[in-house]
């Protein structure tokens, strides 16, 4: 099973700053993803990871807001942009394990504030 | 689109005894995977147990066992000799080309 590390663990920001979370994968993984875990809430897709290429992102995310990367098959970025307080929010990020069981592992996710 | 409905936001059980968490989804596809996962006051996801669509035998992980019914688009999660630390929110999720559709959540809680 693939071990996920995230930095940071949590931030707190001031409005209109923008802020960039770390994801990296103890091996080399086929997908990776980007959710958001607003407070009392279920997780919620915002984009997956594209090695190489931009990020596939879902209905109501944008690139804009939320910048992501991914250089190779071990790492990706996700940045959130011109934050506002409805971003406080768990950034979750998570990888696909390439077995035949579509298995994914969360890293411990990214508390965000923002004031 | 597809969609997994957990209606139970929170339940009880008393400590080794048995709870069931409930789960439907709505889907169109034929094969798929479905998942329960964990997760605790720390935040960390984890996967609890998982189902193949296309197998009938319910999956079993110890004290962890669901009840698959394909047809009705159910999948439950029941959980024997609960302990304090199955304490935890869980979340039913379903696979979709790689990408996990969650339910709402159902918080547990566990009485000594």
């Known amino acids: 099973s693939a071990v996920i590390s995230q930095k940071p663990s949590r931030d707190i920001c001031q409005r209109g700053t923008s802020l960039t979370i770390q994801c990296q994968v103890d091996?080399?993984?086929?997908?990776m993803f980007w959710y958001r875990q607003q407070p009392g809430q279920s997780l919620t897709l915002i984009a997956t990871?594209?090695?190489?290429?931009?990020?596939?992102?879902e209905s109501g995310f944008v690139i804009d807001k939320f910048p992501i990367s991914r250089p190779n098959l071990t790492f990706s970025t996700l940045t959130v942009s011109n934050m506002s307080p409805e971003d406080s929010s768990i950034y979750l990020c998570s990888a696909r394990d390439s077995g035949s069981w579509n298995e994914q592992f969360f890293g411990p996710g990214t508390r965000l504030t923002v004031l | 689109a597809q969609t997994v409905t957990q209606s139970q936001p929170e339940m009880s059980v008393q400590e080794a005894e048995t709870v069931t968490l409930s789960c439907t989804y709505d889907?169109?596809?034929?094969?798929?995977?479905l998942f329960w996962y964990k997760q605790p006051p720390s935040r960390q996801m984890i996967l609890v147990i998982r189902?193949?669509?296309?197998?009938?035998q319910n999956a079993t992980e110890n004290r962890f066992s669901v009840n698959f019914q394909k047809a009705a688009k159910s999948f439950s999660l029941k959980i024997s000799d609960s302990q304090l630390g199955d304490a935890a929110m869980y979340f039913c999720?379903?696979?979709?080309?790689?990408?996990?559709?969650f339910g709402q959540g159902t918080e547990l809680s566990v009485k000594p």
């Open positions: 189902q193949e669509a296309y197998k009938q």
């Open positions: 999720a379903y696979n979709q080309g790689g990408k996990l559709i």
């Open positions: 889907t169109s596809e034929s094969d798929y995977y």
């Open positions: 091996s080399q993984v086929t997908m």
């Open positions: 990871a594209n090695q190489g290429s931009e990020a596939t992102y």
